[in-house]
């Protein structure tokens, strides 16, 4: 098949080179000049494990080609995707100009019967406004084409993203007709055919299911953090109640960790979405808010951590960071909790030393005022030298089994903030550290 891709981010990009990777045609659009360049010559702009490696080989064996010039990608294509951004707007309603932008571009270019399937997380309704968005431009063109608009939320995670859309849980595609149901069939055969499965359903139960799924990820993380703050007061270990949990079948394990809250570039836009569109519709979506409340103040965890060590005022302290991207895997950094923590602890006088393997790019653009407290250091052990504490926020796996002499020659004082819960703490304690981890009692 003939695809193109309208966005190359981060779900048009790896959405694109894994329908080339199957062997179809495959043209990833985008407005951004310098991505486009960059990527015409081999160089991915996400750090995305085994990414690089399939867009180099798809685009020698031209099955995937990159362009800003929508008249190459658009004619003659069988489907066009939408993969551009859905960012939060004020009210924290999910912004849809980008989509609706990239509809027009399709009305503009397109030049016969096209299947127009919307990537982007979008509001419910939002296909309904691309058709007749498309419809108008094709008006105003004096032409008419067949075309159908389909929903076909993503559910990727960063960090496994190749792996996720190869192997999908599920594929979820809300249609209203049985040409753009075929179509979208023959084109996820592929992905599906050993017990992955595709469902079809109405559109707006497809838009619907990628914010349900994502805000009901976000529940569990906060309803966690607020059972660690419990136990944080009274006793106990949210390890421990997460395997009396988790357990139960009608429960399960993933996705039961306590931390330092959500954060990525989904899953906060999409709990503020739900909880706008909800207010919209005169529903108050009180659960989705109490997450996000509790999300918010998970934030705070590490930062309350050092305060209750140090005090208030952190003036003349310097604190080492592990961990900046919102999560391993990946070198993201939006609404990543890090911004937080090294804001305040920014706010509150200190230095910060930061250490990542990947995310120093990101995180200088989105730390960028702050530039002249935070040193970014390319050594794990190096960044902590001298520093009144180590802050573990981002759990790369190359944190799990750390060398701890060197980490307690190098502190000041023998000091961790464990925000994900990698160490034993009385193995800690043990060697002497002061531990502190969430929600085990300390
Ligand atoms: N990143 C994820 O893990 C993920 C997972 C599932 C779903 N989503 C959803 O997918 C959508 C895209 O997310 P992303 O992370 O890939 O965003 P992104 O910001 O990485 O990429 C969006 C791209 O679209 C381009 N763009 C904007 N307007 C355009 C236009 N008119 N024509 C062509 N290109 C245009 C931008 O330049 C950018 O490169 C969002 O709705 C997001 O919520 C993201």
């Not at 809300?174 to 979208?184: K, L, T």
């Not at 914010?211 to 993380?221: D, F, K, Q, W």
């Not at 050092?306 to 005090?311: E, L, S």
Request: proline letters at 4%; a negative charge; hydrophobic letters at 40%.
């Amino acid at each position: 098949m003939h695809i193109a891709m309208i966005g190359s981010g981060y779900v048009g990009l790896v959405s694109g080179t894994c329908f080339a990777e199957m062997g179809n045609f495959v043209w990833c659009v985008d407005v951004d000049r310098e991505k486009i360049d960059g990527l015409q010559n081999g160089k991915v702009p996400i750090y995305e494990p085994g990414l690089e490696e399939m867009v180099i080989r798809n685009s020698k064996e031209a099955r995937l080609r990159f362009t800003t010039d929508f008249s190459e990608a658009i004619p003659g294509a069988d489907i066009c995707f939408i993969a551009v951004g859905t960012p939060p707007g004020e009210d924290g309603s999910a912004d849809i100009s980008y989509v609706l932008e990239a509809a027009k571009t399709i009305a503009k270019e397109m030049t016969g019967p096209t299947v127009i399937v919307d990537k982007s997380t979008v509001p419910v309704g939002t296909s309904e406004i691309v058709r007749r968005t498309i419809e108008k431009s094709l008006a105003e063109r004096g032409v008419s084409f067949d075309f159908d608009v389909v929903s076909n939320p993503e559910f990727l995670k960063e960090g496994v993203a190749i792996d996720d859309f190869m192997r999908p849980d599920r594929v979820v595609v809300g249609c209203g007709s049985e040409r753009a149901e075929r179509v979208m069939r023959e084109l996820y055969e592929p992905f599906t055919r050993n017990q992955h499965p595709i469902y079809f359903m109405d559109i707006k139960s497809a838009e619907i299911a990628k914010y349900a799924a994502n805000a009901m990820l976000a529940t569990r993380i906060s309803f966690m953090n607020e059972i660690a703050e419990l136990c944080d007061r009274v006793g106990g270990d949210i390890n421990n109640v997460r395997i009396g949990i988790g357990s139960d079948n009608r429960i399960g394990m993933s996705f039961l960790y306590a931390g330092t809250g959500y954060g990525g570039s989904c899953v906060p836009k999409d709990v503020k979405e739900l909880i706008a569109v909800g207010a919209r519709n005169g529903i108050d979506m009180a659960v989705t808010r109490a997450v996000e409340t509790v999300n918010e103040r998970q934030k705070g965890v590490l930062v309350r951590g050092v305060v209750g060590r140090y005090g208030e005022d952190l003036t003349g302290r310097s604190f080492a960071i592990w961990g900046l991207a919102f999560k391993p895997q990946t070198d993201d950094m939006r609404e990543a909790p890090s911004i937080v923590i090294i804001e305040e602890l920014i706010r509150r006088g200190a230095r910060v030393r930061a250490f990542d393997p990947e995310a120093f790019g990101q995180a200088r653009l989105y730390l960028g005022k702050h530039l002249n407290s935070i040193e970014f250091i390319d050594d794990q052990y190096a960044v902590l030298d001298g520093a009144d504490a180590l802050l573990l926020v981002t759990e790369w796996k190359q944190f799990r089994q750390p060398d701890f002499d060197r980490i307690k020659a190098a502190l000041r004082d023998p000091v961790v903030f464990d925000g994900r819960n990698q160490f034993d703490p009385a193995k800690m304690k043990a060697m002497g550290f002061a531990y502190f981890s969430i929600g085990r009692g300390q």
